[in-house]
């Protein structure tokens, strides 16, 4: 499968400062996503990387894709507590199918 | 509201019974997806469809479940003899498929809630 893996499981920031997510997946992809889900709610659409792009910024997001690494990250720059949340990374096979999530990054920005 | 919707938004049940739940996806995307998620993991593919056509199924989808999509538009995710095991958040996300191998994001709906008692 595409697994999504990320990385760190938690991580706990001051409001302001920058926080950093990484993903790994195992196979060749078409497009790798990043979603929000804040508690107990459902999830939100970020910004997807197609896997012929290496950067890509979206407001305070910046997201990278290393293709040779099978890796990406999710920089949020500025951090708010609003930005408190789980985190996620789905890779998407070649035909676009079978997304694959991983557990997810837990965010936790403090005022 | 154009987004995606599901229905019921809660749903508690006995060990037993079957339990049906609908998802309409916004309106041109062509495909549809169903996920479960347990507390504190990550959406878990279960099966998608492209218009009409379930096109796969994971194989952690056992015998009890059953999903369609008969006109291509919404789809409904049938569990038989839910068991306690069955209990989690399950969610249905759409997108547009284009052509030349162009996919797209995936939008969520905010999920059905099952409970079995």
């Known amino acids: 499968s595409q697994q999504g893996e990320e990385d760190p499981q938690a991580l706990s920031i001051q409001e302001g400062e920058n926080a950093t997510m990484n993903c790994s997946y195992k196979?060749?992809?078409?497009?790798l996503q990043w979603y929000r889900q804040n508690s107990g709610r459902g999830l939100v659409h970020l910004i997807l990387?197609?896997?012929?792009?290496r950067e890509k910024h979206s407001g305070r997001l910046r997201v990278t894709l290393d293709t040779s690494k099978k890796s990406s990250s999710l920089l949020i720059t500025a951090s708010r507590a609003a930005d408190t949340a789980s985190y996620f990374c789905?890779?998407?096979?070649?035909?676009?199918?079978?997304?694959?999530f991983g557990p997810g990054t837990r965010l936790s920005v403090l005022p | 509201d154009t987004g995606v919707s599901q229905d019921p938004r809660h749903k508690i049940t006995k060990r037993g019974q079957n339990v049906t739940f609908r998802c309409d996806p916004i309106?041109?995307?062509?495909?549809l997806y169903w996920y479960r998620q347990t507390l504190g993991q990550g959406p878990e593919f279960l099966t998608y469809?492209?218009?009409?056509?379930?096109?796969?199924k994971s194989r952690l989808l056992s015998d009890r479940f059953s999903a369609e999509r008969p006109k291509g538009s919404f789809s409904t995710l049938e569990i038989q003899r839910t068991e306690q095991g069955d209990s989690a958040m399950y969610l249905c996300?759409?997108?547009?498929?284009?052509?030349?191998?162009?996919?797209?994001?995936?939008?969520f709906g905010p999920g059905t809630r099952l409970t079995v008692l």
């Open positions: 996300a759409s997108s547009l498929a284009g052509l030349a191998g162009v996919y797209n994001e995936q939008f």
């Open positions: 196979t060749s992809i078409n497009n």
């Open positions: 990387i197609r896997s012929n792009e």
């Open positions: 789905a890779a998407a096979g070649n035909y676009g199918q079978n997304f694959v």
């Open positions: 309106s041109e995307h062509n495909r």
């Open positions: 469809f492209q218009n009409e056509a379930q096109l796969e």
